[in-house]
């Protein structure tokens, strides 16, 4: 019998066009294959790329695991290219999908302080859903996994309600956390935003409609793959339904995330993330089947941590005092308020004396709390 000679399984790359309108992706996988080809023989163990071309700039992930010599397959994301049509992969009644992970908003994340111990915590909660943690914790442990635990893992709703002040990063957490999860576990994940969206367009449901179809467009995606929806503002979309003053669409809206929530409360790695800085106005129902996340302002270690990265060459007894007068900010306090400083000292060719750090901090505007 003849040996065959075995050859690598192709090695599929994940394209995203961050900007720019390609004329085919033919024309683009032209361009990107012997970009890639160089860069891989160069650093084989490559998994990320980025390359400017004539259509706009192009990231590259790699899925999966690769070896020597391994052609190279190319698959284009949905991320920024032109939309398809709607119901179509790519799009969600007309909102667009995000594909991850993405070096956007990994280096949004990179710029949240304080906050590793809570996502810390989230990113385990997906773990033990679905990347084996109740099996390891059984094994280690050598007690079984108990059937009430196993059934409200597998097959409940994975939904968290973020909830804190304005400015305290819920938003940029959850599509944070949807990128680490990818990166953590090698896979390709989609998140769809909607916020003011549900609200709706005036017509009879239009909000409860585009919540099903978002929900649907996401159900239809792979399982392996992460689909994570964040419901922003959530308090004006899970209204509590005895609320006297609550319209009748919002109580049916209410209703309608309630079912879909439960529709696809088994499917692996789908997740809902609901923000709202109003957690007390959510619907019963919605708070009895989500995992509370608290998002406080930081306290005084996360403020000299955020102070430090925009005051470098201050000493630490000075970073000490800064953080003490920048006490009940937020973090979007804080930047909001050293941005605007260091504006116009370089418009006006100054310096920034510390003296004018502490005082601008002291009297800058604080968020108010909801």
């Keep these: 019998m003849r040996n065959t000679p075995s050859h690598p399984a192709p090695v599929t790359w994940v394209v995203t066009l961050r900007q720019g309108t390609p004329d085919s992706q033919g024309r683009l996988a032209e361009l990107l294959r012997p970009n890639l080809e160089r860069t891989l023989a160069a ?91 109740l099996e390891a914790w059984s094994q280690r442990t050598g007690q079984a996994i108990p059937p009430g635990l196993h059934r409200s893992v597998t097959g409940t709703p994975a939904l968290f309600i973020f909830a804190g002040d304005p400015g305290t990063g819920k938003s940029v957490s959850a ?61 004006a979309i899970g209204m509590r339904r005895s609320e006297g003053q609550s319209h009748f669409e919002d109580r049916a809206q209410t209703s309608t995330l309630l079912q879909c929530l439960d529709a696809y409360g088994g499917r692996r790695r789908f997740v809902v993330v609901m923000t709202t800085n109003v957690a007390d106005a959510l619907d019963a129902a919605i708070i009895r089947r989500a995992v509370p996340v608290t998002f406080a302002r930081p306290n005084q270690h996360a403020r000299c941590i955020l102070l430090a990265d925009w005051l470098p060459d201050v000493p630490a007894e000075a970073l000490d005092w800064a953080a003490e007068v920048s006490e009940g900010m937020t973090g979007s306090d804080m930047v909001r308020t050293l941005m605007g400083l260091f504006t116009t000292a370089v418009q006006t060719a100054q ?15 604080r968020t108010g709390r909801v």
């Design 43 to 133: 650093a084989p163990e490559t998994r990320e790329a980025t390359y400017e071309t004539p259509f706009g700039t192009l990231s590259l992930h790699r899925q999966g695991s690769s070896s020597p010599g391994a052609p190279i397959r190319l698959t284009f994301a949905a991320n920024h290219m032109p939309r398809p049509e709607a119901g179509t992969a790519g799009q969600a009644d007309g909102l667009p999908l995000l594909t991850l992970p993405d070096a956007t908003i990994q280096n949004h994340g990179a710029c949240l302080i304080g906050l590793e111990e809570l996502h810390q915590s989230v990113l385990y909660h997906f773990n033990v859903r679905w990347d084996g943690a």
């Design 175 to 235: 599509a944070t956390l949807a990128d680490r999860y990818c990166r953590q576990q090698d896979i390709t994940g989609h998140l769809v935003r909607l916020g003011t969206e549900l609200r709706g367009d005036g017509t009879v449901n239009s909000g409860g409609n585009r919540l099903q179809a978002s929900f649907a467009q996401l159900g239809r995606l792979p399982d392996a793959d992460l689909k994570m929806l964040v419901l922003e503002e959530a308090e």
């Design 351 to 365: 310096a920034v004396p510390q003296e004018q750090v502490l005082e601008a901090l002291f009297s800058a505007p």
